[in-house]
């Protein structure tokens, strides 16, 4: 029994850890803009995030567990009570919004990867990489837990491999960056603001994502033993690459890098091996990432034609088509080349999300206990 939760935990870390990291995270974009832009801070602030992101996922898996709502439809009507037919609509809103956001950054992200890698055009790179996202997708949330913890051993040792070495060989050039950032003196408040709007469009997706994966844990409070690994491991992990990237901020090309990870094996060792490595990663990221975004879709549409709906059964009609519609939406919005403005697309994302997910959960956790008041009556 212990080593099954050990497992379903891992399982579902790793569809958290294979949400977060997209190919934004493994170019070092997300890090740069969000965190290292803001200084020393970036070493507080980009765990910080990790831990707001453990909280919220934690108590959206334990309440989901507690009250058997594993689809984000249920749990939004539970969880709002009486206001769920004002939140609800909105967080439909904000998820329609994910649903074009993420899946797009995904598909032009590992695309152009991908075209890159191989010089294959990239509408044919794109939709190799749909091709994959829709097979994983169509197999159940089952499915999606060990393809989520294979590819994320794979991504994590790739960054260890990539980052590791970089670290070790250009230890001085990182001590430098660490100066520097420390240097610019910059104040607290807008690296805590950053924090806060990178966890938010973190979050925005979480309902639709873990409410699916709860009925997997035995018990409500192996939730928090769940997103305690999951914390441990996220944090190490854009730790590692903060600090990674620190050997780069004094360079030429760092300021206008869209791509500074590039950059950092460029200027380090084993460039000529790690480049195509890390390109896989990329791709690896951003396939993870829709996988999640387009199963946790494919299963809300599926509940709402079916109430009795098994997200783990065989592939019927109805998930076959909604995945293929969802992958098509994805593929389409990535075509017009618009990477720049949905990697824009995250900050208003996270702005959306206070007010739906953000500040309500605060309130319900503050006033439910949370969610252990009226226990004891009950019992």
């Keep these: ?86 939140f609800s609509p909105l967080f439909e809103l904000v998820y329609i919004f994910v649903l074009l956001v993420v899946p797009a950054v995904a598909f032009s992200t590992g695309g152009s990867t991908l075209q890159e890698l191989t010089g294959i055009p990239y509408i044919v790179c794109t939709a190799i990489i749909g091709v994959f996202i829709f097979v994983v997708a169509i197999f159940g949330t089952a499915l999606v837990r060990r393809v989520a913890t294979v590819l994320s ?18 230890w001085d050039a990182v001590s430098e960056g660490i100066t520097t950032v420390s240097n610019w003196n910059l104040p607290i408040l807008p690296a805590l603001w950053s924090m806060l709007v990178y966890a938010a469009f973190q ?44 050997a780069i901020v004094n360079t030429a090309d760092y300021a206008d890098a869209s791509l500074p990870v590039l950059v950092l094996i460029r200027n380090g060792v084993a460039g000529n091996i790690l480049l195509p490595m890390l390109s896989i990663l990329i791709i690896l990221g951003s396939v993870s990432t829709a996988v999640n975004m387009v199963s946790a879709g494919t299963v809300r549409v599926c509940k709402m034609l079916d109430p009795d709906y098994d997200p783990d059964s065989k592939p019927t009609t109805k998930v076959i088509v909604t995945t293929l519609v969802l992958c098509l939406v994805g593929f389409c919005v990535a075509q017009f080349g618009l990477l720049a403005l949905v990697n824009r697309g995250y900050g208003i994302l996270g702005y959306l999300t206070f007010p739906v997910i953000i500040i309500p959960y605060i309130v319900h956790a503050i006033y439910t206990r949370l969610d252990t008041k009226g226990d004891q009556t009950a019992a």
């Excluded at 099954?4 to 579902?12: D, E, M, P, Q």
């Excluded at 980009?46 to 984000?72: F, M, P, W």
């Excluded at 991504?155 to 060989?169: E, M, Q, R, S």
């Excluded at 873990?210 to 769940?226: G, Y």
Aim: charged share 10%; hydrophobic share 45%.
């Design 1 to 86: 029994m212990k080593s099954n939760k050990l497992s379903v935990a891992f399982g579902i870390t790793f569809v958290w850890f294979t949400t977060q990291f997209g190919g934004g995270f493994a170019s070092g974009a997300q890090l740069k803009s969000y965190f290292i832009s803001y200084g020393i801070w970036c070493f507080i602030t980009c765990v910080g995030a990790q831990a707001i992101c453990a909280l919220y996922n934690g108590y959206i898996e334990y309440y989901c567990r507690k009250h058997e709502t594993y689809d984000y439809r249920s749990f939004n009507k539970a969880f709002y009570g009486k206001l769920s037919p004002i």
């Design 203 to 246: 979050i925005a997706s979480s309902p639709a994502i873990h409410s699916q994966h709860s009925e997997a844990l035995e018990e409500p409070k192996d939730a928090i033993m769940t997103f305690g690994i999951g914390f441990v491991i996220n944090s190490a992990m854009i730790l590692l690459s903060t600090v990674g990237l620190m």
């Design 153 to 170: 051993i794979l991504i994590v040792a790739g960054l260890l491999i990539v980052f590791i070495p970089n670290i070790i060989t250009q």
